[in-house]
Each structure stands twice: as structure tokens, then as C-alpha cells.
T-cell receptor, first 110, second 112 residues
Framework: ELKVEQNPLFLSMQEGKNYTIYCNYS?????LYWYRQDPGKSLESLFV?????AVKQEGRLMASLDTKARLSTLHITAAVHDLSATYFC??????????FGKGTLLTVNP | DGGITQSPKYLFRKEGQNVTLSCEQN?????MYWYRQDPGQGLRLIYY???????QKGDIAEGYSVSREKKESFPLTVTSAQKNPTAFYLC???????????FGQGTRLTVV
């Protein structure tokens, strides 16, 4: 059974600092997704990573995928308050089941 | 514009009643999913469907039922057997090669 583990679950950062969120998964997969969720809202797609070594960047966020280590990272550079949200990773298993991590609640403080 | 539409946005149910949540997509996606999210929690998979007239149970299917009679539609029924149905329900669909996975805006169900 595919399990997806995110850490940390809670992250409080100062503006201007860098940090990384980690997403580990337990079985082979060829699709890894990162989402952002604001309070009371649905999920907004950030990145889709499709192959080993894939790296994607958008603004202050950069995501990477290492399929051999079964690990994806979401790196935050020079955090700003607007990045405060909950971030989820999700992995598609071989049976098309899409499994989510528990999410990382990010708070960026002035 | 293409997208996933969930309705209603808010839904109130009396104990013992069945209710049906609607999910429609015009993206021509084959796969569709239903998730439940409780406050401060992650997403848990209820049911998913890869093709019309076929669907599989997810991790928390008890007390829920679905149908997939049309490619565009994947309604979720919350039955009276679901003892704690108050939650935020999200519907998603994916492209044929799962290069994208999109979500609807969600339905917030409250039992009164």
C-alpha cells in the first residue's frame, strides 16, 4: 500500500529565510504533485513532477523529484507572508490511486 | 472555460438523511476522485473511477456510494450509514496520462 509522508507538518518561518519541505513515499511512482491550499479553499496545483531528477521552479518555490530515493522536496527561497498556506504532496500509485500526504502548514512571520 | 464544478458549495443535512454531492467536469478527463478533508487534516480518498461504469473504493468508502454513468459526472452520495459526515468534500480529475490533477471548489457538508 502506498504511503506518503510529509515533514514537517508545521513550519513557522521568518520572512526572508529559506526552508525545505520533504515528501517521502513508500512504493514506486511516476507522478508526484504539489498543491497549495488556503484556509477554506480548494487545492491549487503548483507542480507536477514526472521523472527522476525533474526540477520545476515558480517564483520563490522550487520542487524536485528523486524517484530512486522516493523523495520530493519543495524548497522555499526568501519566504514572504503571501506564501503562508498549507502545502500538500500527492503521489499516484500503479493502480491510479492518488494518495496525499498530511500537509505542511506554513506560517511566514514578518 | 473548462473545469470541474462541484455543487452545492454548502450543504446541510439532518441526521438519518442521504445527500448527494455533484461533481461535473468538461475537461474530457477519464479519471475522477472524491476526497474528504476534516479540519486541519489531510485528504482521504473515498472513491475513484478510471473509466465510465467502473469505480474502486478508496481508504474510507464506508457510508458512501458513487456512480459513473457518464464520463463527465461522478456524484457522491453520503448515506445515513456515515456516522460523522461533517467535512469538506473535494472532487478531482486527471488527464489521461495524469500529467495534471485538477480539483473542484469543494462542498462543505454539515450535519444539523
Amino acid at each position: 500500500e502506498l504511503k506518503v509522508e510529509q515533514n514537517p507538518l508545521f513550519l513557522s518561518m521568518q520572512e526572508g529565510k529559506n526552508y525545505t519541505i520533504y515528501c517521502n513515499y513508500s512504493t514506486t511512482s511516476d507522478r508526484l504533485y504539489w498543491y497549495r491550499q488556503d484556509p477554506g479553499k480548494s487545492l491549487e496545483s503548483l507542480f507536477v513532477l514526472l521523472s527522476n531528477g525533474a526540477v520545476k521552479q515558480e517564483g520563490r518555490l522550487m520542487a524536485s523529484l528523486d524517484t530512486k530515493a522516493r523523495l520530493s522536496t519543495l524548497h522555499i527561497t526568501a519566504a514572504v507572508h503571501d506564501l503562508s498556506a498549507t502545502y500538500f504532496c500527492a503521489v499516484r500509485g500503479s493502480n491510479y490511486k492518488l494518495t496525499f500526504g498530511k500537509g505542511t502548514l506554513l506560517t511566514v512571520n514578518p | 472555460d473548462g473545469g470541474i464544478t462541484q455543487s452545492p458549495k454548502y450543504l446541510f443535512r439532518k441526521e438519518g438523511q442521504n445527500v448527494t454531492l455533484s461533481c461535473e467536469q468538461n475537461l474530457n478527463h477519464d479519471a475522477m476522485y472524491w476526497y474528504r478533508q476534516d479540519p486541519g487534516q489531510g485528504l482521504r480518498l473515498i472513491y475513484y473511477s478510471q473509466i465510465v461504469n467502473d469505480f474502486q473504493k478508496g481508504d474510507i468508502a464506508e457510508g458512501y456510494s458513487v456512480s459513473r454513468e457518464k464520463k463527465e459526472s461522478f456524484p457522491l452520495t453520503v448515506t445515513s450509514a456515515q456516522k460523522n459526515p461533517t467535512a469538506f468534500y473535494l472532487c478531482a480529475s486527471t488527464t489521461p496520462r495524469a500529467t495534471e490533477a485538477f480539483f473542484g471548489q469543494g462542498t462543505r457538508l454539515t450535519v444539523v
